[in-house]
């Protein structure tokens, strides 16, 4: 179930004579499915403004439908430590194209990073929690992301 705590959602709607009514829908009358075609890739990428190189974040869609209201949380942690969170929100994120989010630290990629993406297709709710484990971010595990046009390790 989603990451996001749903105990009932509440819709409003005025009937014919300005009275607000109200309709429920229980967690248990939301689905969500399982995300298909929409991943994390880390990339590195040379920082000009600051001359240095960075790991950068983008959500990567290759589907033939757009992702609305795309929610990512997202963390550090390892047995001993733990990041704060991070919440990002993505309006719109078109087909097979990607956005980047978030700039990682060189602290951060000795952690295992989770990201926790949901987001709606159609109005069909999804929901999926990505993680890189630590340390596994290294130059020979990058591959080529065409909704992209770079190299970066991808995480589905």
Not at 92 to 115: C, D, I, T
């Amino acid at each position: 179930m989603s990451y996001f705590k749903i105990n009932e959602l509440i819709f409003n709607f005025y009937d014919n004579f300005g009275h607000s009514k109200r309709i429920y829908k229980m967690k248990k009358d939301i689905k969500v499915s399982e995300i298909d075609g929409v991943y994390i890739v880390i990339v590195p990428e040379y920082n000009e403004t600051f001359k240095s190189d960075d790991w950068n974040v983008y959500l990567v869609n290759e589907r033939n439908d757009d992702v609305e209201l795309a929610l990512i949380i997202s963390k550090g942690f390892d047995d001993k430590r733990e990041t704060a969170q991070m919440r990002h929100k993505i309006a719109l994120l078109p087909a097979m194209s990607g956005v980047k989010f978030e700039l990682m630290v060189e602290s951060v990629l000795q952690l295992n990073n989770q990201f926790k993406v949901t987001f709606f297709v159609n109005n069909i709710l999804y929901d999926k929690v990505f993680l890189a484990k630590k340390n596994s971010l290294k130059k020979s595990a990058l591959r080529m992301v065409k909704a992209l046009g770079k190299r970066g390790a991808v995480f589905k």
